[in-house]
């Protein structure tokens, strides 16, 4: 009997239906199937949350007013007017103001397959009519993506490629020092899918190897409680004080690997010279640290004894660099993981990312299958991601990115497919008096998302359990044929579907589908597939056995890989692809930037808001990834909704710190500062630093108008967090800065709406 099989970003599922409803069963393969799914098929199912048909925004269907906000009316209208008014609209915008005025950067994770990738088919589509102003980087890890080339020489992609595999980890390594831990719950995730959750038993097993693990994170619980893990809790956004002060202490007890050091990088000579303080006057010492970070000095001194004298790997989570400063924690633990000798060695060095997503650091062959082509874009204007309401802020402003001065587009028309800036972006209050500038927004998704609520033009597309498609991951072995299991939502469409439709009033329905079905797609893609395991010396099933059997696994995918061992082994062979062809400690093209807010050298820069140098009544929000969904994806699904706290987000204090506050856990607090203000539950958490509150980002945007005051009555963070560049190098987001107050919230509780659609006509 042929299997069917759903799948996304969190994971692979068998698919068992009974009586018209199915259940998702995990994978035999799979050690920890996420508890993410438990609410996938609730949230796919909630009339409440699904978008039933074409939506208008009335003031803009009627007077092309621009008056976006959460509680807008919907017209509804049917598909074909629908894409009459799109292609008219487009139109109207490439003739007025020329393609560039298409803000199409559309950031965000979609669904997991191959085919109806959100942005790949609307990138495809837009490009077929001239293209359109693109974004760079990602949410996840832009300060790293921009730093790494400059220092290592790889892009990010390649650096995460060849990073030191956990197996290789869990039998070389002594002493594992992780900065935010390593988590099962981020490593639910894989970007594009996966049929393995591994991050438990690697622990499981490095534990059992008698490797000892330390957890520096404001967070106990960024590590498994069972591991009898030692915990260090400096102050959030502090790390990189801390590596200084340990760098000084293998420094100055002369532990540092003077011959790494000459060999292979280049600027250690100037950066000893910082970190002993010749030149600013001030040491890096522990104690120096040890008043940033509040972690007691001697703790630094023996962590710096023991990382010296043991076969230690440094292993940092992307939550890191999400910060203010945040290329510098990052190139400070290359930085001391050089000093220590370690790197290009197995199980030892520099590791970015363990845990963050599943298959960081897995030991499988790097197979690159094919993806829908997204042709190419004749518009070469973009922006660095996270810099979405300064551009609609101020076009033509000027700002600094990668060595560039570059100008903000004229964004007429936004185009969102697959993301939802509503979640994912900083400081939503400031967005959404931004979001009123542009002339038109178009928005398609498969949910009333905040980013549909304040849309003009709303295209209702179908979710990945009402489609056929592929998830592939080219750190997987294993190919997924994902079936097609309930039927579609009301008038709900594929993406690829509804830009076909658009493509034939903009007389480019041939370009962008090359005259194929979604079957012809899928078949051609596979048939890519075919052509990339030939090569591998080995051969793939036809489409219809593939559809049959529904998962397909790659022979002898095991393999592992050790960060720069090529490098290491013979540096005049293999140089590192930067200009001194060694790890550039001190960074010659960074210096000639001349960037005061990002010197050429890890630095301790205090960050635009930090505990120990505020309010005393201030407390850290950790704003991390949810342990029930996606972002805010599935955020109207059971497992979400089971977490909530009188239907709001929870937020963990440590019990100390709800003593002090008054509050008890199931109450309500107000979560405040000059930004903004949301609502939340409290709940109890010991292994949490008392000066921090944890809550978890993608609660659906609820800006309410309580008292003269905007407050989201859901518990989105990001009406908390700072919109702030990481510096004019990255231009990352710096989502994980910012201090909040608490108070208990004494008020009447007000009632939701984003758990109903908006008005619709
Ligand atoms: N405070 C704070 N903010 C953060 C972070 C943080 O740590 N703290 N993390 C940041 C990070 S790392 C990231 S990556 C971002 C994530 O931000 P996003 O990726 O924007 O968040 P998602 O909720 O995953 O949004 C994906 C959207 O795609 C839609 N979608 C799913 N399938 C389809 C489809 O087939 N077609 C279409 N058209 N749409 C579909 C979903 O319904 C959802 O609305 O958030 C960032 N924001
Ligand atoms: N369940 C689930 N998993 C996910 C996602 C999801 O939405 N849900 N999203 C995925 C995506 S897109 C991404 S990019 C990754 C992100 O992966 P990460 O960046 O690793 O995840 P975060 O939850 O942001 O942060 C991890 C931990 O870092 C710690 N931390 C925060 N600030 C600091 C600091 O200044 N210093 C130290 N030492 N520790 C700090 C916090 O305690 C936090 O729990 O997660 C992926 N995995
Ligand atoms: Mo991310």
């Known amino acids: ?113 191959r085919f109806h990738h959100a942005q790949s088919q609307l990138r495809r589509f837009l490009n077929t009519i001239g293209g359109y102003t693109g974004a760079k980087n990602t949410y996840s890890h832009a300060a790293a993506e921009v730093l790494l080339p400059y220092i290592t020489g790889m892009p990010h992609r390649v650096f995460q ?73 400096p102050r959030p956004g502090t790390d990189t004080a801390l590596i200084l002060a340990l760098a000084h202490e293998v420094f100055t007890t002369g532990k540092a690997d003077r011959d790494f050091l000459r060999t292979y990088t280049q600027g250690a000579d100037t950066f000893e010279a910082y970190v002993l303080g010749r030149h600013d006057g001030t040491p890096k010492t522990a104690q120096w640290a040890a008043q940033i970070c509040d972690v007691p000095a001697a703790t630094i001194k023996t962590l710096a004894a023991q990382m010296a004298a043991s076969r230690t790997m440094i292993s940092m989570a992307w939550a890191l660099q999400r910060a203010d400063h945040g290329e510098h924690p990052i190139w400070a633990g290359l930085a001391l993981a050089a000093i220590l000798g370690q790197i290009g060695k197995p199980g030892t060095g520099f590791g970015f990312g363990y845990g963050s997503t599943t298959p960081v650091g897995r030991a499988r062959k790097l197979m690159d299958w094919p993806s829908v082509p997204q042709g190419k874009n004749p518009v070469a204007d973009f922006i660095p991601v996270a810099r979405i309401t300064d551009m609609l802020n101020d076009a033509g402003a000027s700002y600094r990115y990668d060595g560039q001065t570059r100008e903000y587009p004229d964004a007429k028309l936004v185009w969102w497919s697959g993301g939802n800036p509503f979640h994912h972006h900083q400081d939503l209050q400031k967005l959404d008096a931004a979001w009123r500038r542009p002339e038109t927004v178009i928005v398609m998704d498969h949910s009333w998302t905040a980013t549909a609520r304040r849309a003009d033009i709303v295209l209702p597309t179908t979710g990945p359990l009402e489609r056929c498609d592929i998830m592939i991951n080219r750190r997987d ?77 790659v022979p002898d995918a095991y393999e592992t890989r050790v960060l720069m061992d090529r490098f290491v082994a013979d540096p005049a062979a293999h140089p590192l692809k930067t200009p001194s062809g060694k790890i550039e400690i001190d960074c010659p093209r960074i210096a000639d930037m001349g960037l005061a807010n990002c010197p050429a050298r890890p630095t301790w820069i205090e960050p635009a808001e930090r505990l120990g140098a505020c309010d005393p009544d201030c407390l850290h929000l950790i704003s991390g990834q949810p342990a029930t969904r996606l972002h805010a994806q599935l955020d109207m699904g059971d497992a979400a909704q089971a977490s909530k706290i009188h239907g709001r987000e929870p937020c963990a204090l440590h019990p100390r710190a709800a003593e002090r506050f008054g509050l008890e856990a199931g109450d309500i607090v107000l979560v405040e500062n000059d930004r903004g203000a949301c609502l939340a539950g ?77 008005e619709l006509r």
């Open 477 to 553: 072995d294993a190919l997924v044929f994902m079936s097609a299991v309930q039927p579609r939502y009301e008038q709900a469409r594929d993406d690829y579907d509804i830009l076909t439709d658009i493509a034939a009033r903009m007389g480019t329905q041939q370009a962008y589908t090359q005259g194929r079905t979604t079957r012809d797609w899928l078949v051609h893609l596979w048939e890519g597939c075919g052509s990339v395991a030939r090569a591998q010396g080995f051969d793939l099933p036809d489409f219809e056995a593939f559809e049959d059997t529904g998962l397909v696994t």
């Open 682 to 758: 409290v709940t109890l958490d010991d292994r949490l630093r008392p000066d921090c509150i944890f809550m978890a980002t993608g609660a659906w945007l609820d800006l309410q108008d309580i008292d003269g005051r905007q407050i989201c009555v859901h518990g989105n963070v990001n009406v908390l967090t700072l919109d702030k560049g990481a510096s004019d190098l990255s231009q990352g987001n710096i989502a994980h800065t910012a201090l909040v107050k608490i108070s208990k919230w004494t008020g009447p509780l007000p009632a939701l709406r984003v758990t109903r659609p908006p």
């Open 1 to 113: 009997m042929s299997q069917k099989y759903a799948a996304s970003h969190w994971g692979t599922f068998r698919v068992e239906t009974h009586d018209d409803q199915i259940t998702l069963h995990g994978l035999p393969q799979d050690a920890e199937p996420a508890q993410i799914a438990k609410g996938w098929v609730s949230a796919m199912t909630n009339p409440n949350a699904r978008i039933a048909r074409p939506a208008f925004r009335r003031g803009w269907l009627e007077g092309r007013d621009t008056a976006r906000s959460g509680d807008a009316e919907f017209v509804q209208l049917g598909w074909d007017e629908a894409s009459d008014i799109v292609a008219q609209e487009l139109n109207r915008v490439i003739e007025t103001h020329g393609n560039q005025a298409i803000f199409a950067g559309s950031y965000g994770w979609a669904s997991a397959g």
């Open 161 to 233: 490629d060849q990073m030191t595999s956990l197996d290789l980890i869990a039998d070389h390594c002594e002493l594992l020092v992780c900065f935010g831990g390593i988590s099962a719950r981020t490593a639910q995730i894989a970007s594009s899918g996966t049929t393995q959750h591994e991050v438990t038993p690697f622990l499981t097993k490095l534990a059992a190897n008698g490797c000892k693990i330390i957890n520096i994170s404001p967070r106990g619980s960024d590590m498994d409680a069972d591991l009898q893990t030692d915990w260090i809790a």
